[in-house]
Protein backbone atom coordinates (compact mmCIF):
# COMPACT_ATOMS: atom_id res chain seq x y z
CA UNK A 1 0.00 0.00 0.00
CA UNK A 2 1.39 3.46 -0.81
CA UNK A 3 1.58 6.19 1.42
CA UNK A 4 -0.56 8.19 -0.55
CA UNK A 5 -3.58 5.22 -0.04
CA UNK A 6 -3.04 5.40 3.07
CA UNK A 7 -3.19 8.98 3.49
CA UNK A 8 -6.78 8.60 2.04
CA UNK A 9 -7.84 5.90 4.60
CA UNK A 10 -6.65 8.41 7.03
CA UNK A 11 -9.37 10.73 5.68
CA UNK A 12 -12.14 7.43 6.70
CA UNK A 13 -13.72 7.30 9.95
CA UNK A 14 -11.75 4.49 11.41
CA UNK A 15 -8.73 6.47 11.40
CA UNK A 16 -10.39 9.77 12.75
CA UNK A 17 -11.65 7.65 15.48
CA UNK A 18 -8.27 7.05 17.06
CA UNK A 19 -4.67 5.72 16.66
CA UNK A 20 -5.55 2.90 13.23
CA UNK A 21 -2.93 0.85 14.19
CA UNK A 22 -3.88 -1.75 11.55
CA UNK A 23 -4.05 0.56 8.85
CA UNK A 24 -0.99 2.10 10.00
CA UNK A 25 1.37 -1.35 9.85
CA UNK A 26 -0.85 -2.06 6.45
CA UNK A 27 0.65 1.02 5.33
CA UNK A 28 4.14 0.04 4.96
CA UNK A 29 6.03 0.85 2.13
CA UNK A 30 7.89 -1.30 -0.15
CA UNK A 31 11.18 -2.65 1.35
CA UNK A 32 12.93 -2.18 -1.72
CA UNK A 33 12.41 -0.65 -5.32
CA UNK A 34 13.83 -2.49 -7.89
CA UNK A 35 13.98 -0.91 -11.09
CA UNK A 36 15.15 -2.84 -13.61
CA UNK A 37 16.46 -1.36 -17.68
CA UNK A 38 17.08 -3.46 -20.63
CA UNK A 39 19.25 -1.59 -22.68
CA UNK A 40 17.64 -0.89 -26.08
CA UNK A 41 14.32 -3.36 -25.47
CA UNK A 42 12.40 -1.83 -28.05
CA UNK A 43 8.11 -1.69 -26.47
CA UNK A 44 7.00 -4.76 -28.87
CA UNK A 45 9.56 -7.06 -28.39
CA UNK A 46 8.84 -8.86 -25.31
CA UNK A 47 5.05 -9.26 -26.81
CA UNK A 48 6.78 -9.94 -30.18
CA UNK A 49 8.40 -12.53 -29.30
CA UNK A 50 6.31 -14.44 -26.28
CA UNK A 51 6.48 -17.51 -27.88
CA UNK A 52 9.77 -17.89 -26.18
CA UNK A 53 9.25 -16.55 -22.79
CA UNK A 54 8.38 -18.91 -20.24
CA UNK A 55 6.83 -18.13 -16.54
CA UNK A 56 8.36 -15.97 -14.08
CA UNK A 57 10.00 -13.62 -15.93
CA UNK A 58 8.04 -10.87 -18.73
CA UNK A 59 5.15 -13.33 -17.82
CA UNK A 60 4.82 -12.29 -14.35
CA UNK A 61 5.46 -8.26 -15.67
CA UNK A 62 3.05 -8.12 -18.15
CA UNK A 63 0.04 -10.25 -16.32
CA UNK A 64 0.89 -10.02 -12.79
CA UNK A 65 1.52 -6.27 -13.41
CA UNK A 66 0.62 -3.05 -14.75
CA UNK A 67 1.89 -3.38 -18.21
CA UNK A 68 1.65 0.43 -20.15
CA UNK A 69 2.17 -0.43 -23.67
CA UNK A 70 2.22 2.98 -25.06
CA UNK A 71 4.94 4.99 -23.57
CA UNK A 72 7.64 7.13 -25.84
CA UNK A 73 10.62 9.27 -25.06
CA UNK A 74 10.10 12.88 -25.85
CA UNK A 75 13.84 13.27 -26.70
CA UNK A 76 15.45 13.96 -29.86
CA UNK A 77 18.69 11.86 -28.62
CA UNK A 78 17.53 8.31 -28.08
CA UNK A 79 21.13 7.15 -26.39
CA UNK A 80 22.44 4.91 -23.62
CA UNK A 81 23.11 7.69 -21.17
CA UNK A 82 20.00 10.35 -22.61
CA UNK A 83 17.69 7.39 -21.90
CA UNK A 84 19.40 5.91 -18.39
CA UNK A 85 19.38 9.78 -16.84
CA UNK A 86 15.91 10.41 -18.15
CA UNK A 87 14.73 7.00 -16.05
CA UNK A 88 16.39 8.27 -13.00
CA UNK A 89 15.66 11.81 -12.99
CA UNK A 90 11.61 12.01 -14.27
CA UNK A 91 12.98 14.44 -17.14
CA UNK A 92 14.59 15.70 -20.41
CA UNK A 93 18.05 16.33 -21.31
CA UNK A 94 17.38 19.80 -22.00
CA UNK A 95 17.20 20.14 -17.75
CA UNK A 96 19.29 16.93 -16.84
CA UNK A 97 22.12 17.98 -19.44
CA UNK A 98 23.05 14.57 -20.47
CA UNK A 99 22.37 15.33 -24.30
CA UNK A 100 24.69 12.54 -25.93
CA UNK A 101 26.97 10.05 -24.71
CA UNK A 102 29.33 11.90 -25.99
CA UNK A 103 29.76 15.76 -26.78
CA UNK A 104 32.36 18.28 -27.13
CA UNK A 105 33.85 20.07 -24.44
CA UNK A 106 34.50 23.65 -25.44
CA UNK A 107 36.40 24.58 -22.95
CA UNK A 108 38.82 21.43 -23.49
CA UNK A 109 38.58 21.59 -26.63
CA UNK A 110 37.66 17.43 -27.29
CA UNK A 111 35.15 15.02 -27.36
CA UNK A 112 34.09 14.48 -23.65
CA UNK A 113 32.35 10.93 -22.35
CA UNK A 114 29.28 11.61 -20.25
CA UNK A 115 30.47 10.26 -17.44
CA UNK A 116 34.46 10.55 -17.40
CA UNK A 117 35.84 12.30 -14.38
CA UNK A 118 39.64 12.51 -14.13
CA UNK A 119 39.16 13.17 -10.10
CA UNK A 120 37.42 9.62 -9.29
CA UNK A 121 39.89 6.97 -10.72
CA UNK A 122 38.69 3.21 -11.08
CA UNK A 123 39.31 1.31 -7.86
CA UNK A 124 41.25 -1.64 -9.98
CA UNK A 125 44.21 -1.01 -11.54
CA UNK A 126 43.73 -1.94 -15.37
CA UNK A 127 40.17 -2.02 -15.52
CA UNK A 128 40.26 1.33 -17.66
CA UNK A 129 38.90 1.19 -21.18
CA UNK A 130 41.48 -1.02 -23.51
CA UNK A 131 41.38 1.57 -26.35
CA UNK A 132 42.69 -1.15 -28.75
CA UNK A 133 39.95 -4.10 -27.99
CA UNK A 134 36.84 -1.67 -26.83
CA UNK A 135 34.67 -1.73 -29.87
CA UNK A 136 32.20 0.61 -27.98
CA UNK A 137 32.84 4.31 -29.76
CA UNK A 138 31.82 6.34 -26.89
CA UNK A 139 33.34 4.38 -24.67
CA UNK A 140 36.84 4.98 -26.84
CA UNK A 141 36.32 8.73 -26.84
CA UNK A 142 37.01 9.13 -22.86
CA UNK A 143 40.31 10.64 -22.26
CA UNK A 144 40.81 9.46 -18.38
CA UNK A 145 39.43 5.84 -16.76
CA UNK A 146 37.50 8.07 -14.10
CA UNK A 147 33.51 8.06 -13.59
CA UNK A 148 31.58 9.79 -11.73
CA UNK A 149 27.96 11.32 -12.23
CA UNK A 150 29.06 14.96 -11.86
CA UNK A 151 27.36 15.90 -15.31
CA UNK A 152 24.11 14.88 -14.12
CA UNK A 153 22.62 18.18 -13.29
CA UNK A 154 19.33 17.17 -11.91
CA UNK A 155 18.68 14.85 -8.79
CA UNK A 156 17.36 11.28 -9.65
CA UNK A 157 14.80 9.30 -7.85
CA UNK A 158 17.47 7.82 -5.91
CA UNK A 159 19.12 11.31 -4.38
CA UNK A 160 15.81 12.14 -3.06
CA UNK A 161 15.16 9.14 -1.53
CA UNK A 162 18.75 9.34 -0.20
CA UNK A 163 17.32 13.02 1.36
CA UNK A 164 14.24 11.47 2.65
CA UNK A 165 15.41 9.26 4.54
CA UNK A 166 18.41 10.99 5.58
CA UNK A 167 20.87 8.39 4.11
CA UNK A 168 19.48 5.31 5.95
CA UNK A 169 18.08 4.13 1.95
CA UNK A 170 20.52 1.27 0.78
CA UNK A 171 20.94 2.37 -2.99
CA UNK A 172 22.42 0.50 -5.55
CA UNK A 173 22.80 0.43 -9.10
CA UNK A 174 24.48 -2.47 -11.23
CA UNK A 175 25.39 -2.91 -15.19
CA UNK A 176 27.48 -4.17 -17.57
CA UNK A 177 28.16 -0.41 -19.15
CA UNK A 178 29.14 2.09 -16.59
CA UNK A 179 27.08 4.48 -17.91
CA UNK A 180 23.74 1.97 -17.35
CA UNK A 181 24.92 2.20 -13.36
CA UNK A 182 26.52 5.65 -12.74
CA UNK A 183 23.05 6.99 -14.17
CA UNK A 184 20.43 5.04 -11.74
CA UNK A 185 22.55 5.56 -8.62
CA UNK A 186 22.43 9.19 -8.58
CA UNK A 187 24.65 11.36 -6.60
CA UNK A 188 23.93 9.34 -3.58
CA UNK A 189 23.96 5.74 -4.41
CA UNK A 190 27.02 3.34 -5.24
CA UNK A 191 27.35 2.29 -8.63
CA UNK A 192 29.33 -1.01 -9.90
CA UNK A 193 29.87 -1.93 -13.62
CA UNK A 194 32.06 -4.53 -15.91
CA UNK A 195 35.16 -3.80 -16.74
CA UNK A 196 36.19 -5.23 -20.23
CA UNK A 197 39.89 -4.85 -19.20
CA UNK A 198 40.11 -7.32 -16.48
CA UNK A 199 36.82 -8.79 -16.61
CA UNK A 200 35.55 -7.75 -13.04
CA UNK A 201 32.83 -6.01 -11.95
CA UNK A 202 34.19 -2.24 -10.80
CA UNK A 203 33.64 1.14 -9.12
CA UNK A 204 35.25 4.69 -8.66
CA UNK A 205 36.87 6.31 -6.08
CA UNK A 206 33.85 8.40 -6.45
CA UNK A 207 32.07 5.63 -4.27
CA UNK A 208 34.48 4.00 -2.37
CA UNK A 209 38.09 4.14 -0.93
CA UNK A 210 38.59 0.17 -1.16
CA UNK A 211 35.91 -1.96 -2.27
CA UNK A 212 33.44 -4.11 -0.06
CA UNK A 213 34.76 -7.36 0.92
CA UNK A 214 31.58 -9.18 -0.64
CA UNK A 215 33.19 -7.22 -4.02
CA UNK A 216 36.40 -8.60 -3.57
CA UNK A 217 35.16 -11.87 -2.86
CA UNK A 218 32.60 -12.36 -5.96
CA UNK A 219 35.59 -10.62 -8.27
CA UNK A 220 38.40 -13.14 -6.66
CA UNK A 221 36.08 -16.22 -7.51
CA UNK A 222 36.51 -15.30 -11.60
CA UNK A 223 33.17 -15.79 -12.82
CA UNK A 224 34.02 -14.74 -16.25
CA UNK A 225 36.07 -17.32 -16.56
CA UNK A 226 33.37 -19.99 -15.99
CA UNK A 227 32.17 -18.85 -19.96
CA UNK A 228 35.73 -19.84 -21.55
CA UNK A 229 35.65 -22.41 -24.03
CA UNK A 230 32.19 -21.68 -24.39
CA UNK A 231 29.40 -20.37 -26.53
CA UNK A 232 26.30 -18.79 -26.83
CA UNK A 233 23.78 -21.59 -28.04
CA UNK A 234 19.84 -21.72 -28.50
CA UNK A 235 17.91 -22.36 -25.77
CA UNK A 236 14.91 -24.15 -27.61
CA UNK A 237 15.32 -25.99 -31.15
CA UNK A 238 15.67 -23.86 -34.08
CA UNK A 239 11.80 -24.57 -34.89
CA UNK A 240 10.60 -23.23 -31.98
CA UNK A 241 11.64 -19.60 -33.93
CA UNK A 242 10.47 -16.74 -36.14
CA UNK A 243 14.00 -16.56 -37.47
CA UNK A 244 14.69 -20.27 -36.65
CA UNK A 245 15.90 -20.50 -40.58
CA UNK A 246 17.27 -17.51 -40.97
CA UNK A 247 20.12 -17.41 -39.09
CA UNK A 248 22.85 -16.66 -41.52
CA UNK A 249 22.33 -13.32 -43.13
CA UNK A 250 25.22 -10.93 -44.91
CA UNK A 251 23.85 -7.77 -43.39
CA UNK A 252 24.71 -9.13 -39.88
CA UNK A 253 28.35 -8.14 -37.75
CA UNK A 254 30.41 -11.13 -38.73
CA UNK A 255 32.30 -10.24 -35.00
CA UNK A 256 36.23 -11.87 -35.28
CA UNK A 257 35.68 -14.86 -33.15
CA UNK A 258 31.77 -14.42 -32.59
CA UNK A 259 30.53 -15.27 -36.38
CA UNK A 260 27.00 -14.42 -37.76
CA UNK A 261 25.80 -17.84 -36.52
CA UNK A 262 24.60 -20.01 -33.70
CA UNK A 263 26.83 -21.43 -31.93
CA UNK A 264 28.71 -18.12 -31.08
CA UNK A 265 31.79 -19.24 -29.23
CA UNK A 266 33.31 -16.74 -26.77
CA UNK A 267 36.81 -18.09 -27.00
CA UNK A 268 39.79 -19.07 -24.63
CA UNK A 269 40.00 -16.86 -21.66
CA UNK A 270 43.47 -15.22 -22.95
CA UNK A 271 41.71 -14.09 -26.27
CA UNK A 272 41.86 -10.41 -26.55
CA UNK A 273 37.91 -10.51 -27.28
CA UNK A 274 36.96 -12.70 -24.94
CA UNK A 275 35.12 -10.70 -22.25
CA UNK A 276 33.71 -8.51 -24.97
CA UNK A 277 32.17 -11.56 -26.66
CA UNK A 278 31.04 -12.24 -23.07
CA UNK A 279 28.71 -8.79 -23.54
CA UNK A 280 27.91 -9.41 -27.22
CA UNK A 281 25.78 -12.06 -25.23
CA UNK A 282 23.03 -13.50 -22.79
CA UNK A 283 26.40 -13.88 -20.57
CA UNK A 284 26.47 -10.52 -20.06
CA UNK A 285 23.04 -10.84 -18.62
CA UNK A 286 24.20 -13.44 -16.53
CA UNK A 287 27.20 -12.13 -15.04
CA UNK A 288 25.03 -8.46 -14.22
CA UNK A 289 22.44 -10.80 -12.87
CA UNK A 290 25.07 -12.69 -10.60
CA UNK A 291 26.37 -9.80 -9.44
CA UNK A 292 23.01 -8.15 -8.44
CA UNK A 293 21.74 -11.23 -6.64
CA UNK A 294 24.98 -10.91 -4.60
CA UNK A 295 24.61 -7.47 -4.17
CA UNK A 296 21.19 -7.81 -2.61
CA UNK A 297 22.12 -10.74 -0.10
CA UNK A 298 25.18 -9.20 1.19
CA UNK A 299 24.23 -5.84 1.57
CA UNK A 300 21.05 -6.81 3.31
CA UNK A 301 18.37 -4.72 0.93
CA UNK A 302 14.98 -5.06 1.59
CA UNK A 303 15.58 -6.12 5.22
CA UNK A 304 14.32 -3.51 7.33
CA UNK A 305 11.51 -0.47 7.03
CA UNK A 306 13.46 1.98 5.41
CA UNK A 307 13.25 1.25 1.78
CA UNK A 308 15.86 0.47 0.16
CA UNK A 309 16.99 0.56 -3.99
CA UNK A 310 18.30 -1.27 -6.49
CA UNK A 311 18.89 -0.52 -10.07
CA UNK A 312 19.72 -3.44 -12.47
CA UNK A 313 20.18 -1.83 -16.20
CA UNK A 314 21.01 -5.26 -18.42
CA UNK A 315 23.13 -4.56 -21.70
CA UNK A 316 22.89 -7.66 -23.56
CA UNK A 317 20.07 -6.43 -25.57
CA UNK A 318 21.61 -3.75 -26.83
CA UNK A 319 24.58 -5.06 -28.05
CA UNK A 320 23.22 -7.90 -29.74
CA UNK A 321 20.61 -5.46 -31.15
CA UNK A 322 23.60 -3.62 -32.99
CA UNK A 323 25.46 -6.58 -34.18
CA UNK A 324 22.37 -8.56 -35.30
CA UNK A 325 19.01 -6.23 -35.44
CA UNK A 326 16.17 -6.80 -33.68
CA UNK A 327 14.64 -9.10 -36.15
CA UNK A 328 17.43 -11.83 -36.28
CA UNK A 329 17.67 -15.48 -34.51
CA UNK A 330 19.75 -13.67 -32.02
CA UNK A 331 17.54 -10.87 -30.94
CA UNK A 332 15.28 -13.37 -30.67
CA UNK A 333 17.03 -16.12 -28.22
CA UNK A 334 18.78 -13.18 -26.42
CA UNK A 335 15.02 -12.03 -25.32
CA UNK A 336 14.91 -15.81 -24.49
CA UNK A 337 18.08 -15.33 -22.07
CA UNK A 338 16.65 -12.39 -20.67
CA UNK A 339 13.38 -13.85 -19.83
CA UNK A 340 15.09 -16.27 -17.46
CA UNK A 341 17.59 -14.08 -16.07
CA UNK A 342 14.36 -11.60 -15.21
CA UNK A 343 12.47 -14.62 -13.77
CA UNK A 344 15.84 -15.93 -11.58
CA UNK A 345 15.98 -12.56 -10.93
CA UNK A 346 12.49 -12.06 -9.16
CA UNK A 347 12.31 -15.65 -7.84
CA UNK A 348 15.41 -14.50 -5.67
CA UNK A 349 13.94 -11.07 -5.12
CA UNK A 350 10.93 -12.88 -3.83
CA UNK A 351 12.48 -15.46 -1.69
CA UNK A 352 14.99 -12.19 0.07
CA UNK A 353 12.74 -9.96 0.01
CA UNK A 354 9.17 -10.94 -1.06
CA UNK A 355 7.47 -9.46 -4.32
CA UNK A 356 4.32 -8.20 -2.21
CA UNK A 357 7.52 -6.13 -0.24
CA UNK A 358 9.10 -5.18 -3.68
CA UNK A 359 8.05 -2.11 -5.96
CA UNK A 360 9.69 -3.41 -9.12
CA UNK A 361 9.68 -1.22 -12.58
CA UNK A 362 11.01 -2.47 -16.03
CA UNK A 363 11.58 0.00 -19.10
CA UNK A 364 13.90 0.46 -21.76
CA UNK A 365 16.82 3.42 -22.01
CA UNK A 366 15.79 3.87 -26.05
CA UNK A 367 14.41 1.26 -28.66
CA UNK A 368 16.14 0.27 -31.61
CA UNK A 369 15.37 0.38 -35.62
CA UNK A 370 15.40 -2.30 -38.28
CA UNK A 371 18.33 -3.56 -40.30
CA UNK A 372 18.09 -1.72 -43.73
CA UNK A 373 18.89 -4.97 -44.86
CA UNK A 374 16.01 -7.07 -43.53
CA UNK A 375 13.51 -4.31 -44.73
CA UNK A 376 14.86 -4.45 -48.11
CA UNK A 377 13.81 -8.65 -48.33
CA UNK A 378 10.66 -7.37 -47.09
CA UNK A 379 10.35 -5.00 -49.89
CA UNK A 380 11.12 -2.02 -47.84
CA UNK A 381 13.02 -0.39 -50.21
CA UNK A 382 13.98 2.84 -48.31
CA UNK A 383 16.17 2.36 -45.59
CA UNK A 384 19.77 2.51 -45.99
CA UNK A 385 23.10 3.22 -44.08
CA UNK A 386 24.11 7.05 -43.99
CA UNK A 387 27.71 6.77 -45.30
CA UNK A 388 29.63 9.28 -44.43
CA UNK A 389 33.16 8.17 -45.96
CA UNK A 390 31.55 7.75 -49.39
CA UNK A 391 29.68 11.08 -48.83
CA UNK A 392 30.22 13.71 -51.27
CA UNK A 393 31.13 16.70 -48.94
CA UNK A 394 32.48 19.17 -52.23
CA UNK A 395 29.31 20.79 -53.14
CA UNK A 396 28.70 21.64 -49.34
CA UNK A 397 32.70 23.23 -48.82
CA UNK A 398 32.26 24.97 -52.13
CA UNK A 399 29.18 27.13 -51.30
CA UNK A 400 29.74 27.71 -47.73
CA UNK A 401 33.67 29.27 -48.98
CA UNK A 402 32.17 31.16 -51.89
CA UNK A 403 29.57 32.76 -49.29
CA UNK A 404 31.81 32.97 -45.72
CA UNK A 405 35.83 32.61 -46.90
CA UNK A 406 35.71 29.77 -45.27
CA UNK A 407 34.99 25.79 -45.87
CA UNK A 408 35.40 22.80 -44.16
CA UNK A 409 37.20 24.45 -41.21
CA UNK A 410 34.05 25.99 -39.95
CA UNK A 411 33.25 22.53 -38.54
CA UNK A 412 35.15 22.06 -35.36
CA UNK A 413 33.66 18.42 -34.40
CA UNK A 414 30.56 15.98 -35.11
CA UNK A 415 29.46 13.37 -32.95
CA UNK A 416 25.98 12.27 -33.55
CA UNK A 417 23.88 14.22 -33.36
CA UNK A 418 25.68 17.51 -33.08
CA UNK A 419 27.75 19.66 -35.40
CA UNK A 420 29.92 21.97 -33.59
CA UNK A 421 30.90 24.84 -35.35
CA UNK A 422 34.42 26.87 -35.07
CA UNK A 423 33.50 29.48 -32.86
CA UNK A 424 36.91 31.45 -32.90
CA UNK A 425 36.90 31.11 -36.71
CA UNK A 426 33.71 32.67 -36.77
CA UNK A 427 34.90 35.67 -34.22
CA UNK A 428 37.88 36.13 -36.21
CA UNK A 429 36.64 36.08 -39.51
CA UNK A 430 33.52 38.51 -38.74
CA UNK A 431 30.82 35.93 -39.11
CA UNK A 432 27.29 35.82 -38.09
CA UNK A 433 27.05 32.93 -35.99
CA UNK A 434 24.07 32.67 -36.63
CA UNK A 435 23.84 33.27 -40.46
CA UNK A 436 26.55 30.83 -40.33
CA UNK A 437 24.14 27.99 -38.66
CA UNK A 438 21.61 28.73 -40.67
CA UNK A 439 23.74 28.55 -44.18
CA UNK A 440 26.01 25.15 -42.76
CA UNK A 441 22.37 23.37 -41.50
CA UNK A 442 21.23 24.24 -45.38
CA UNK A 443 23.93 22.16 -46.68
CA UNK A 444 23.72 19.74 -44.61
CA UNK A 445 20.06 19.26 -45.48
CA UNK A 446 20.72 18.70 -48.99
CA UNK A 447 22.57 15.17 -48.58
CA UNK A 448 20.61 12.01 -49.35
CA UNK A 449 19.26 10.48 -46.21
CA UNK A 450 19.35 13.39 -43.96
CA UNK A 451 15.83 14.93 -43.10
CA UNK A 452 16.10 17.49 -40.46
CA UNK A 453 18.94 20.06 -39.90
CA UNK A 454 18.00 22.37 -36.84
CA UNK A 455 20.57 25.28 -35.87
CA UNK A 456 20.80 26.11 -32.35
CA UNK A 457 20.24 30.13 -32.57
CA UNK A 458 16.81 28.91 -33.71
CA UNK A 459 15.81 26.77 -31.19
CA UNK A 460 17.20 29.09 -28.39
CA UNK A 461 14.83 32.15 -30.64
CA UNK A 462 11.93 29.38 -31.01
CA UNK A 463 12.07 30.35 -34.43
CA UNK A 464 10.93 27.47 -35.34
CA UNK A 465 7.89 25.17 -37.11
CA UNK A 466 6.10 24.08 -34.13
CA UNK A 467 6.43 20.13 -34.65
CA UNK A 468 6.32 17.21 -32.92
CA UNK A 469 10.26 16.91 -34.42
CA UNK A 470 10.97 20.65 -33.47
CA UNK A 471 9.81 19.66 -29.46
CA UNK A 472 11.83 16.73 -29.19
CA UNK A 473 15.13 18.33 -30.50
CA UNK A 474 14.10 21.18 -28.17
CA UNK A 475 13.90 19.07 -25.23
CA UNK A 476 17.24 17.82 -26.11
CA UNK A 477 18.88 21.30 -25.68
CA UNK A 478 21.59 22.15 -23.46
CA UNK A 479 23.52 25.50 -24.21
CA UNK A 480 26.39 24.51 -22.40
CA UNK A 481 26.99 20.75 -24.41
CA UNK A 482 24.50 20.63 -27.39
CA UNK A 483 26.19 21.83 -30.61
CA UNK A 484 24.98 24.26 -33.06
CA UNK A 485 23.36 22.20 -35.39
CA UNK A 486 21.08 19.37 -34.83
CA UNK A 487 21.17 16.49 -37.79
CA UNK A 488 18.15 14.24 -38.23
CA UNK A 489 18.36 11.23 -40.54
CA UNK A 490 14.94 10.06 -42.59
CA UNK A 491 13.31 7.28 -40.60
CA UNK A 492 15.24 4.21 -41.49
CA UNK A 493 18.05 5.89 -42.29
CA UNK A 494 21.21 5.99 -39.88
CA UNK A 495 25.19 5.74 -40.02
CA UNK A 496 26.23 2.15 -39.09
CA UNK A 497 30.50 2.90 -38.83
CA UNK A 498 31.04 2.21 -35.13
CA UNK A 499 33.81 4.11 -35.40
CA UNK A 500 35.64 1.52 -37.53
CA UNK A 501 33.63 -1.90 -36.73
CA UNK A 502 30.54 -1.65 -39.10
CA UNK A 503 27.33 -2.72 -37.40
CA UNK A 504 24.35 -3.95 -38.81
CA UNK A 505 21.69 -1.29 -36.55
CA UNK A 506 22.23 2.26 -34.45
CA UNK A 507 19.44 3.62 -32.52
CA UNK A 508 19.87 7.04 -31.33
CA UNK A 509 17.19 8.96 -33.75
CA UNK A 510 14.23 10.65 -32.85
CA UNK A 511 11.91 7.96 -34.86
CA UNK A 512 9.20 6.02 -33.05
CA UNK A 513 11.36 2.56 -33.12
CA UNK A 514 13.49 4.11 -31.06
CA UNK A 515 11.08 6.19 -28.68
CA UNK A 516 9.40 3.31 -27.83
CA UNK A 517 10.14 0.97 -24.80
CA UNK A 518 8.10 -0.63 -22.02
CA UNK A 519 6.63 0.47 -19.17
CA UNK A 520 5.97 -2.22 -16.56
CA UNK A 521 5.02 -1.77 -12.80
CA UNK A 522 4.37 -5.06 -10.84
CA UNK A 523 5.09 -6.54 -7.14
CA UNK A 524 3.84 -5.09 -3.77
CA UNK A 525 0.22 -5.88 -4.13
CA UNK A 526 -0.40 -4.00 -7.58
CA UNK A 527 -3.37 -4.77 -9.37
CA UNK A 528 -2.90 -5.98 -12.67
CA UNK A 529 -3.74 -4.09 -15.98
CA UNK A 530 -2.75 -3.47 -19.20
CA UNK A 531 -2.81 0.81 -20.68
CA UNK A 532 -2.60 1.93 -23.50
CA UNK A 533 -3.20 5.13 -23.03
CA UNK A 534 -0.04 7.42 -24.08
CA UNK A 535 2.77 7.76 -20.95
CA UNK A 536 6.26 8.57 -20.76
CA UNK A 537 9.14 7.28 -19.19
CA UNK A 538 9.10 10.26 -17.34
CA UNK A 539 6.55 9.40 -15.19
CA UNK A 540 8.00 6.67 -13.76
CA UNK A 541 10.72 8.72 -11.34
CA UNK A 542 7.92 10.96 -10.65
CA UNK A 543 5.65 7.75 -9.54
CA UNK A 544 7.94 6.13 -7.86
CA UNK A 545 8.30 9.31 -4.92
CA UNK A 546 4.96 9.66 -5.19
CA UNK A 547 4.49 5.98 -3.80
CA UNK A 548 7.09 6.56 -1.31
CA UNK A 549 5.75 9.89 -0.42
CA UNK A 550 9.44 11.55 -1.42
CA UNK A 551 9.58 14.86 -2.91
CA UNK A 552 10.20 14.52 -6.80
CA UNK A 553 13.73 14.70 -8.22
CA UNK A 554 14.53 18.28 -8.63
CA UNK A 555 14.01 18.56 -12.88
CA UNK A 556 11.17 16.16 -12.89
CA UNK A 557 8.34 16.79 -15.72
CA UNK A 558 6.98 13.06 -15.97
CA UNK A 559 3.86 12.93 -14.00
CA UNK A 560 2.60 10.32 -11.19
CA UNK A 561 0.96 7.39 -12.84
CA UNK A 562 -2.29 6.85 -11.03
CA UNK A 563 -3.17 3.19 -11.77
CA UNK A 564 0.33 2.66 -10.03
CA UNK A 565 -0.64 4.39 -6.84
CA UNK A 566 -3.78 2.55 -6.71
CA UNK A 567 -6.16 5.72 -7.94
ZN1 LIG B 1 23.19 1.07 -28.16
Not at 306 to 325: C, W
Request: proline share 5%; with cysteine.
Amino acid sequence: MSYKRFTLLCLSAACMLGPALSAAADAKPPRLVLQITVDALRGDLPRRYAHVLGDGGFRYLMQQGIDYTNANYQHANTETIVGHVSLATGTVPAAHGMVANVWYDREKKRLTYNIEDPRYHLLTAGADVDQATEIDPTQRAAKVDGRSPDAILSSTFSDELAVHFNGKSRIFAVSVKDRGAVSLAGHAGKAFWFSKSSGEFVTSTYYYEQYPEWVTAWNARKPAMAYAGESWALIYPSSKYVFGNADDREYETDFPGFGRTFPHPYGAADDKYFTTRLTLSPAGDALTLDFAKTLLDKEQLGQDDVPDYLAISFSSTDYVGHLFGASSLESEDNLAHLDRTLADLLAYVDKKVGLANTLIVLSADHGQPEVPGHLHELGIEDAHYFDTKTLDKTPAIVALKKRFGVGEELIEAFFQPYVYLNHDLIRDKGLDQAEVEKAVAAELEKFDGVSTAVSSTALRTASLRDTLLMRSILRNFYQKRSGDIYVVFEPDVFINDFDGLTVASTHGSPWRYDTYVPVMFAGAGLQPRTLSRPVTPYDIAPTLAAWLGVKPPSGAIGTPLPEVLGN
